[in-house]
């Protein structure tokens, strides 16, 4: 029987999406124009505990604010949270067996949600939980959507783990089992 490791994450409430479904925010519009606050601004974030009531209240709104921004397509708001140099690994039950298994900065990012929009005309995610552990981020997420051509919905929880560097996502990681995912926080 494999050892498992007890894994502490500092869990915060995500506020509700509110009108950040459907048009970006002040702040949002501000760092499209100047991403260099914003990367400023998270690398003082994530210096702080996870369990300060600051980081705490920003990193919520942030996930559901980036969330909503991938939602209405917003990819220019989406791009901001993330490094150059990202790593996307997509879940290997959620791809086509004939796509790559890790996806590369920007434009890996934008192929692969290239292939989710072909793949569901509906796609989106919604978050229901973020843990902290520091330099990690785990979202429980559920993926929702219609197949563009059978119009079979779905509709599946995902683990999404995030891993930060100087306050940008430089890995991200979908589960589909949480144990896998909290294993996954504590390497």
Do not use: C
């Amino acid at each position: 029987m494999a050892q498992v490791e007890t894994v502490r994450g500092t869990r915060i409430a995500l506020p509700p999406a509110g009108g950040a479904e459907r048009h970006r925010t002040l702040e949002q519009r501000i760092y499209v124009h100047v991403p260099a606050l914003y990367r400023l601004f998270t690398r003082l974030i994530v210096r702080l505990p996870p369990r300060a009531r600051l980081r705490q209240l920003v990193l919520g709104r942030a996930v559901v604010q980036g969330y909503a921004a991938a939602n209405r397509r917003d990819f220019k708001v989406v791009l901001i949270g993330f490094d150059p140099e990202l790593e996307y690994r997509p879940s290997p039950q959620l791809m086509a067996p004939d796509l790559d298994p890790i996806f590369y900065g920007y434009d890996g990012y934008m192929r692969l949600w290239q292939y989710w929009l072909d793949a569901f005309e509906d796609i989106r995610w919604e978050a229901d939980e973020l843990l902290d552990f520091g330099d990690k981020l785990l979202v429980t997420a559920r993926q929702v959507g219609t197949g563009s051509g059978s119009g079979v919905a779905v509709g599946d929880s995902l683990f999404q783990l995030y891993t930060l560097r100087r306050g940008l996502i430089y890995r991200f990681e979908d589960f589909e089992d949480r144990s896998e995912a909290l294993e996954a926080a504590a390497r």
